[in-house]
């Protein structure tokens, strides 16, 4: 059940989603956009590797398909595109449903690897795809006509709303008996499956969800650029971005992908700023991934929360 204060946070990113996008400029509103997808992202798969122990390395797969459906429908039809936005993820998460029946066959790096290999497939048969115009792109265009004003402007409501709406439903999910079955699962799954947890249902549960999230994600991000390509959609930054933001911050923990990807877009701004370009805050990212899997494995987040009670308890005698 919702708590007050649950529900005061959906309030307030409500309002704040509203005053943001219409007082900042479309720059800034663009930034915040990309970090609350990246977010989304980076939850879903800590969803799913963090608490349920499957790493993939494909849940682009999931990004780009969500992205491309939306364009393709959008396009196509009469339909207003948040309402297309809003179905988007259902399709893919029941696409998900008989592609995890199959992978997970696979076990540990087999499904890690195989899931990047079905990522790979998709993106090639999208560039085959005459509908989907290959390496050209599609132009957003919904009902065949351009989109109308700021779409960071809507687009930074929603994915606040569905941030913080995210983080609520996962604390109320984790209150559950699914949810309690879950941390069971990430805690140590050869125990939960001996206490009666059906580990290969949750684990197709949790991966359709997961690829849902990553879908509207997708939708989202590419509403704002009103133009999308199969090697863009489906590229393998997008499932470095999930690893690298939830093991910086904090594998298995609801605010550990909140602190990496506040770190990840606060470094490339950083080094943007300064003079260096490209991708090369990609480099200090995967140094400071190795060091903290070093010195602190469950990530950022639980080390310093260690921290803090510690600090609290010797301030207490």
């Not at 969500?66 to 696409?95: C, E, M, Q, R, S």
């Not at 998900?96 to 899931?115: E, T």
Request: proline letters at 4%; aromatic letters at 8%; glycine letters at 12%.
């Amino acid at each position: 059940m919702i708590r007050p204060l649950e529900l005061l946070a959906l309030a307030l990113a409500l309002g704040l989603g509203i005053a943001g996008g219409r007082l900042l400029d479309a720059g800034l509103l663009f930034l915040l956009c990309e970090m609350l997808v990246i977010f989304l992202m980076a939850q879903m798969w800590n969803l799913l590797a963090g608490y349920a122990g499957q790493v993939s390395l494909g849940h682009q797969v999931f990004v780009g398909l969500g992205a491309y459906l939306l364009f393709l429908i959008a396009n196509a039809t009469p339909l207003p595109v948040w309402l297309v936005l809003a179905g988007v993820p259902v399709i893919v998460g029941l696409l998900a449903i008989p592609l995890g029946m199959v992978m997970f066959h696979l076990k540990a790096a087999y499904f890690a690897i195989g899931m990047w290999v079905v990522a790979e497939i998709v993106m090639q048969l999208t560039l085959k795809l005459p509908f989907a115009r290959g390496g050209m792109g599609l132009m957003l265009r919904p009902g065949g006509h351009p989109m109308q004003g700021y779409p960071e402007q809507s687009v930074f409501a929603v994915a606040l709303v569905a941030a913080v709406g995210l983080m609520v439903a996962l604390r109320i999910f984790l209150r559950t008996r699914a949810g309690l079955a879950t941390l069971a699962l990430r805690d140590n799954e050869a125990a939960a499956s001996a206490a009666g947890v059906d580990v290969r249902r949750l684990h197709l549960v949790l991966f359709a969800l997961t690829a849902a999230g990553c879908a509207a994600a997708g939708g989202l991000y590419y509403i704002t650029t009103l133009y999308i390509t199969p090697v863009d959609a489906f590229q393998l930054n997008w499932v470095v971005a999930m690893m690298v933001v939830t093991v910086i911050g904090g594998t298995g923990t609801l605010t550990g992908p909140a602190l990496g990807t506040a770190l990840l877009i606060g470094l490339r701004e950083a080094m943007t700023a300064a003079g260096f370009s490209g991708d090369q805050y990609w480099i200090v990212m995967g140094l400071l991934s190795v060091v903290v899997l070093l010195v602190s494995p469950r990530g950022l987040w639980p080390a310093l929360a260690g921290l803090a009670l510690k600090i609290k308890k010797g301030s207490h005698p």
